[in-house]
């Protein structure tokens, strides 16, 4: 448990000064149509996954509904179902593509349970290898990232021609 209070630890200060939807990275990301420039390697008709900048380890993602909540009682019931569904295929495409042999999965709700963002519900995926605790300084605030978000993003992405239609179809509504 030590480990994993760590590891959710919220100390990543630039996420801890977006607040309101305005300033949230999610909904920024959402809004955008430029999916390679926001990391955004997932979208379905109500959930996203994306990148996270400030990876605890290699292919560290985030899920999220597209709309602005924090609560999960918040969330529709087609909503989490969608959000437990791409993370299921998001699993299986870490475990083909970055060989990843065991996961991390969390939500922090509200603030002083360490919620960097906590008007914008996400799930945080974190991928792990045996052994990579070696090289996971998990107390400091630098890290070894071997592999770029970019060449992350190539891996996980989905095929940009599905991600553009989906994304045309989120404008749409
Ligand atoms: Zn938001």
């Known amino acids: 448990m030590a480990d994993l209070a760590r590891l959710w630890a919220p100390w990543r200060s630039r996420y ?12 920024t990301a959402r809004r955008s ?10 979208r379905g008709r109500s959930v996203f996954a994306i990148l996270n900048l400030y990876p605890y380890n290699n292919g560290h993602f985030m899920i999220a509904p597209y709309r602005h909540v ?16 791409m993370t299921r295929r998001l699993l299986r495409r870490l475990r083909a593509r970055l060989h990843a042999q065991g996961f991390n999965l969390g939500i922090n709700l509200g603030r002083a349970a360490g919620a960097g ?7 945080h995926v974190v991928p ?16 070894v990232i071997s592999q ?26």
């Open 16 to 27: 801890l000064t977006t607040t309101g939807r305005h300033r949230c990275v999610f909904c």
């Open 128 to 143: 792990r290898w045996v052994g990579d605790t070696n090289f996971m300084p998990v107390l400091g605030t630098t890290k």
């Open 70 to 85: 924090g609560a999960l009682e918040a969330l529709r019931p087609r909503e989490w179902a969608e959000l437990l569904g």
């Open 33 to 42: 149509r430029d999916d390679v420039r926001h990391h955004v390697i997932a």
């Open 148 to 173: 770029s978000l970019d060449e992350l993003f190539a891996l996980l992405a989905e095929r940009p021609r599905r991600m553009a239609r989906r994304t045309r179809d989120r404008l749409r509504r």
């Open 117 to 123: 963002i906590p008007g914008h519900l996400h799930v």
